[in-house]
């Protein structure tokens, strides 16, 4: 797809999303589609790589949480992978700040590449496991906004993600449709670790069958010191 061609496209289906990208902002984004590809071809980043599936799987998915990021917040994407939800929001809200978290290396070189290239400001991609991380105190319960587009289970993410953000604060877990019986089996670890339910947002994706469920959790207070448990036990032994 022709640069032109695709920042129509990408334009057209961000207005549905009642989203309205200037023009620099398209053309980052086509920066950011071109570095992902020819990364993509030595680094395992994604497995989407046609244009209209970046636009839509990556790009529009990535800012269903539009909305919900306030200038000046701070917000941390864990397990951010190429970038989701981070760049993309980051890409829309210059003046907010991010933190971009990711286990793999290989990955946080992509990320740094993307933020000279665009010549990003206030977002920073740093490389590590949730777990430890947030034993640190540079980052524990420091978050406005926690948000992860992982595929994890609610109750496995919710350990990742609650230990990072303020009492008051907000994760986001990006989700796909069928989603109830991990809702279920999350009831426990939102208990424990202090979150609460506030919203459920169901999302449908421009000219697509695609639905996404974004769950809004509230931090109601602190997470207790011994958890994130060690690296691993999260998901081998989730909070049931």
């Not at 420091?142 to 992982?150: E, G, Q």
């Not at 796909?176 to 994706?205: H, V, W």
Request: glycine share 4%; with cysteine.
């Amino acid at each position: 797809m022709e640069q032109k061609e695709f920042m129509k496209e990408l334009d057209n289906k961000a207005k549905k999303m009642q989203i309205i990208l200037t023009e620099k902002q398209l053309q980052d984004f086509y920066t950011y589609k071109r570095l992902l590809i020819e990364w993509n071809e030595r680094v395992n980043l994604t497995a989407i790589t046609d244009d209209q599936d970046i636009i839509l799987k990556h790009f529009i998915d990535s800012l269903t949480v539009y909305n919900l990021i306030k200038e000046n917040m701070t917000i941390l994407d864990i397990g951010t992978g190429a970038g989701f939800p981070g760049i993309p929001l980051k890409i829309v809200k210059d003046k907010t700040n991010f933190v971009l978290m990711d286990s793999l290396n290989k990955r946080i070189n992509f990320l740094n590449e993307v933020i000279k290239g665009l010549q990003l400001e206030k977002i920073q991609a740093i490389h590590g496991r949730a777990e430890e991380k947030a034993k640190e105190k540079a980052f524990r319960e420091k978050f406005d906004i926690t948000v992860s587009r992982a595929v994890a289970s609610l109750n496995v993410l919710l350990e990742y993600m609650l230990p990072f953000t303020k009492v008051g604060g907000y994760c986001i877990c990006m989700k796909s449709s069928t989603m109830d019986q991990e809702l279920k089996e999350a009831e426990k670890a939102l208990e424990i670790l202090g979150g609460k339910i506030e919203k459920i947002e169901e999302i449908k994706l421009p000219n697509s069958d695609i639905i996404r469920k974004n769950v809004i959790i509230q931090k109601i207070k602190q997470t207790p010191n011994q958890y994130p448990r060690k690296a691993g036990t999260p998901s081998k032994n989730p909070i049931m």
